[in-house]
């Protein structure tokens, strides 16, 4: 991560953590988050594979 | 009831054949959800995009939730803090779920954006609502379950947002024995319930057409020649209500 | 022939979206693709559960409080005895605190339950259960024999004392008029460090108990275990009620719930817990009337992503 996202990399197990004042992500929170807008963009413009038309 | 009085593969229901309670229940059900409309083996030809996969996404990771739950529930709370296995069955739990949000919440941000409460769909686009409502409590009442020192703050934090509205004196969340009740009972008859009606009423509507769906779509055309008309120029369109 | 525009209303009305679908279908197989999404599901589940596994803190016990952390342990004690604590200022549903309650204008539901879980801090905390010890010391029957008034006076003296004093250390107080309260906090430290308190003050005498309120009210009065949870990223000004211990992802879903406590006017109210949640039931309940909201239910047509969801359909009509 770079630019305005600082880490802040603590003891064992105290977890990462980014942000700037006020606002604080945990890194498994923001990989979640990330996942959902990947996933979202993918489901609009991936093409799904075609299926058998019939009337 | 005799066989021939069981309506066929799509055929009419009998209105005749009902006449008592239980038989005008079996008619109202099989009118609004018959056989082939429950389980179709088709679909609107327009249902070709990933954006259907997410809501069967979170149907399976519900199932892998309450599979990794009862073998946790039959363990006690205390299990999967000391055996290697359970230790690994509570992570199954944690990412299932996890998994759950990601596809429920992917497929209410698609279903928006798809405006799929159309036609009459209201219903469905609240039972989802309120199946994602209950699912972010019964989801608390778990992390309140660890018994560990995550659940320990999260109830000391906690029990001031649920005090200052008045239920903290019966929605105790420092109550381990309260807990266990809602989070293994309660609440997953509640997921469960909502989660099977919006499914239900997903099937009874259908799917929703696209947006921009007319009459003169090739694709809703009786005489249809096939995908041969050229896409016609958009025009405005109106709320039309 | 002409074209009925699809509407965006809720409405079952007679365009395209209320009728049943009478168009060009396409073979699905709705059975198929729960079996597939139960096997993908399944493999994510095992492998990322194999890969990353789940945290599990070992919990906070009031004995690991007094070891680690004496001075606070009890000068937590002392304002337990003076009534000065969190909890003994809560107000419902654990005592009746004058003024204590969180209200929404006129309204206050906090005073709904009325005093349902009642905690008398001095009573439930300290003497109680040092009254439990084979041979309870001494100072309880000086207590015991004191006016409320008195009580309090010895408690919030030595609770100052106690602030004033190097390092909070109960060994550096300066003289004055305490009473028996340093002798009975000095005989609940002895009590937590041995591990008796954790039960005593979970079960009451009981073999059963799956109630942890006064043990955690009492965790919580303290500065160890709030400080603890400061510095695994939990309280509540740390966007805490997303996160997980470690690296693991928490309750993300609740990052609403959780921004509303760190803006205004939600932050510095003192109210803040009360117009938090009736913030979120405003909004969760506007989230599921949005097909009813004219202009929000609109933006699907506005910013027309789903023509790249229908892209297909939209090609070929």
């Known amino acids: 991560m770079t630019g305005w996202l600082v880490a802040s990399v603590g003891l064992v197990g105290d977890g990462t953590y980014f942000g700037w004042d006020g606002f604080t992500i945990q890194s498994g929170n923001l990989i979640v988050i990330v996942v959902m807008i990947i996933l979202f963009v993918l489901a609009l413009v991936l093409p799904f594979p075609g299926g058998k038309r019939r009337k | 009831m005799t066989a021939g009085a069981t309506p066929g593969h ?12 239980t038989g005008r229940v079996r008619r109202w059900l099989l009118r609004k959800l018959p056989p082939d409309k429950l389980l179709p083996e088709d679909q609107p030809v327009f249902v070709a995009s990933w954006a259907y996969v997410f809501g069967m996404g979170a149907v399976a990771s519900l199932l892998w939730i309450i599979v990794s739950g009862i073998v946790l529930g039959l363990n006690g709370p205390q299990w999967y803090h000391v055996s290697s296995l359970g230790s690994f069955v509570n992570s199954t739990h944690l990412w299932s779920v996890e998994l759950f949000f990601i596809f429920m919440v992917v497929h209410l941000w698609l279903k928006f954006w798809m405006a799929a409460w159309r036609g009459g769909r209201v219903l469905t686009w609240i039972t989802g609502v309120i199946s994602f409502v209950v699912s972010i409590v019964a989801a608390f009442t778990g992390y309140l379950l660890q018994t560990n020192f995550d659940s320990q703050w999260i ?84 709320d039309g209500r | 022939m002409t074209r009925k525009s699809s509407s965006i209303s809720w ?28 096997v993908v599901v399944g493999l994510l589940v095992l492998g990322v559960s194999a ?114 004093a190097p390092d909070n250390d109960p060994a550096k107080v300066a003289g004055g008029d305490y009473g028996p309260v340093p002798a009975l906090t000095g005989a609940l430290l002895d009590m937590a460090r041995q591990g008796s308190l954790d039960g005593v003050l979970q079960n009451g005498g009981n073999f059963y ?61 003192p109210n803040a817990d009360a117009i938090v949640v009736v913030a979120m039931l405003v909004l969760t309940a506007l989230l599921a009337l949005l097909p009813f909201i004219p202009g929000l239910r609109s933006l699907p047509r506005m910013i027309p992503l789903h023509r790249l969801i229908w892209k297909d359909y939209y090609r070929n009509r």
Do not use: C
Request: proline share 9%; no cysteine.
């Open chain 2, 10 to 21: 799509g055929a009419p229901v009998d209105e005749a054949d009902a006449h008592t309670l």
């Open chain 3, 209 to 269: 108990n799956m109630d942890y309120t006064r043990s955690l009210l009492f965790l919580g009065d303290g500065g160890y275990f709030p400080d603890l949870a400061a510095s695994q990223h939990l309280s509540g000004d740390q966007w805490g009620v997303m996160n997980e211990t470690g690296d693991t992802p928490g309750q993300s879903w609740l990052w609403l719930f959780s921004l509303l406590y760190q803006i205004e006017p939600f932050k510095s109210a």
């Open chain 3, 11 to 38: 409405r079952n009305t007679d365009d395209v979206a209320s009728r049943p679908w009478t168009g060009s279908v396409r073979e699905y197989d709705l059975i198929k693709e729960l079996i597939i999404g139960v």
């Open chain 3, 51 to 164: 890969i990353f596994g789940s945290p599990d803190e070992p919990s906070v016990s009031l004995k690991a409080w007094a070891t680690a952390a004496p001075s606070d342990f009890v000068g937590t004690a002392a304002k337990e005895l003076a009534g000065t604590s969190d909890t003994a200022g809560y107000g419902p549903p654990y005592n009746s605190t004058p003024d204590a309650t969180q209200k929404i204008g006129p309204v206050d539901l906090q005073s709904l339950s009325g005093v349902r879980l009642p905690v008398d801090t001095a009573s439930d905390f300290v003497i109680t259960p040092l009254s439990t010890l084979p041979s309870p010391p001494e100072a309880l029957a000086r207590w015991a024999a004191a006016t409320d008034q008195q009580r309090s006076s010895w408690a919030a003296a030595y609770s100052d004392a106690l602030a004033a």
């Open chain 2, 155 to 238: 109830a000391f934090e906690a029990k001031d947002a649920l005090n200052a509205v008045g239920v903290g004196a019966w929605f105790n969340v420092a109550n381990v024995g309260q807990l266990f009740t809602w989070h293994v009972t309660l609440l997953p008859l509640a997921v469960g319930a909502m989660v099977v009606l919006h499914v239900l009423l997903v099937r009874v509507h259908g799917v929703a057409p696209p947006l921009e769906a007319a009459e003169s779509d090739a694709q809703l055309r009786r005489d249809r020649p096939g995908p041969a008309e050229p896409p016609e120029p958009a025009e405005p369109r109106g």
